[in-house]
Nanobody, 126 residues
């Protein structure tokens, strides 16, 4: 059973930090791109960041570049999202996702990803 389980969300004040974790199980994801998406109330799911476990390539949305850092721990089969300098606009449900890398894939689009976690709520107060 393939599972992605997010944790680490919560309520923080603007300017604060959180670290989200995505624990994977059920298979190895060495050929997959791991990503974080977020969805705020009334908005579509938005790409945040992605990392290729095999090559270490990283991608960030412009809105989080310089503030968020995606990383992975292969031994723990876990991907992280370190979020610093949080803003109220970062408030959303954050989802972990995994998609198989292939020619022409678009890492910023949700349909690329086959596996999804249940989401974890991040709320940033002003």
């Amino acid at each position: 059973q393939v599972q992605l389980v997010e944790s680490g969300g919560g309520l923080v004040q603007a300017g604060g930090s959180l670290r989200l974790s995505c624990a994977t199980s059920g298979r190895t994801f060495s050929n997959y791109l791991m990503a974080w998406f977020r969805q705020a109330p009334g908005k579509e799911r938005e790409f945040v960041a992605a990392i290729n476990w095999s090559g270490g390539s990283v991608y960030y949305a412009d809105s989080v570049k310089g503030r968020f850092t995606i990383s992975r721990d292969n031994a723990k089969n876990t991907v992280y999202l370190q979020m610093n300098s949080l803003e109220p606009e970062d408030t959303a449900v954050y989802y972990c996702a995994a998609g198989l890398v292939y020619r022409g894939f678009d890492y910023s689009r949700a349909p690329f990803y086959k596996y999804w976690g249940q989401g974890t709520q991040v709320t940033v107060s002003s």
